[in-house]
């Protein structure tokens, strides 16, 4: 696991040790995480599926898990410019996500429910959607961005998903003089641990006073945090 230090390789040991199940989808980038979270023992604990989206019509195909008006909605905010990196679009695949890990693991508690009301049987579930555009060897419309949600059930009928972004990352990570593909590899890097942090902090494993200390190269201060409650059956599709 090259290069993570020491406390995120321990953030990462406490999400496995951890009751949360996650399913997580990822378009353009935010394939290292996936590798980073293999490379701790114990993701079989904390791995549903992971599903590299690349191309449009298999992100797509993937928000066919959701109710007939949200994929409508979905497909709207893809269609925008700038559609397939966005903040918006984000909580779809997000909430795809999640009605997938539902699916796969139906008897689930939800998100909210406290520690003594959890079925130990059972495990609160996190569905991540990870979007962005980095370096490439093509023309391509757009700043380099990359854009994560995590959805959490609220309730039967609701879902609050977590959104961070980092905007214009060639800006953020040209400190220092890069060829194109040391560029790349850099923003996938940030990209990933954006993905990292996300879902530590949804699920509550990074103390709140080491967020910097874990996530150094992250920049925090830069990255744009929202969330949206939106209604979600949890009776919907799951499975496309």
């Not at 928000?63 to 559609?83: C, F, K, N, V, Y």
């Not at 699920?203 to 150094?216: E, M, T, V």
């Amino acid at each position: 696991m090259a290069r993570l230090d020491t406390l995120l390789r321990e953030c990462l040991k406490r999400l496995h040790a951890s009751d949360w199940l996650i399913a997580y989808d990822f378009a353009g980038v935010g394939s290292l995480a996936l590798y980073w979270l293999h490379s701790v023992a114990g993701s079989s604990r904390t791995i549903l599926e992971a599903r590299d989206l690349y191309s449009h019509a298999a992100l797509r195909n993937a928000l066919t898990a959701l109710p007939d008006d949200m994929r409508i909605a979905a497909e709207d905010a893809l269609s925008e410019r700038g559609g397939f990196t966005s903040s918006k679009s984000v909580v779809y695949v997000a909430c795809s996500a999640l009605l997938r890990a539902e699916a796969l693991c139906p008897d689930a508690a939800s998100a909210t429910d406290t520690l003594s009301e959890i079925d130990r049987r059972a495990s609160p579930l996190i569905g991540v959607g990870c979007l962005g555009a980095i370096a490439t060897d093509r023309l391509r419309r757009g700043v380099d961005r990359a854009v994560v949600g995590c959805a959490l059930r609220e309730n039967c009928e609701a879902v609050v998903v977590h959104v961070a972004e980092l905007r214009d990352l060639a800006s953020i990570a040209m400190r220092e003089e890069h060829d194109d593909a040391s560029l790349r590899d850099l923003q996938e890097r940030m990209a990933s641990m954006l993905m990292l942090w996300s879902v530590c902090d949804a699920a509550r494993i990074i103390p709140d006073s080491l967020p910097h200390d874990l996530f150094p190269e992250l920049e925090l201060e830069k990255v744009e945090r929202t969330s949206v409650r939106i209604l979600l059956s949890k009776t919907a599709k799951g499975l496309p």
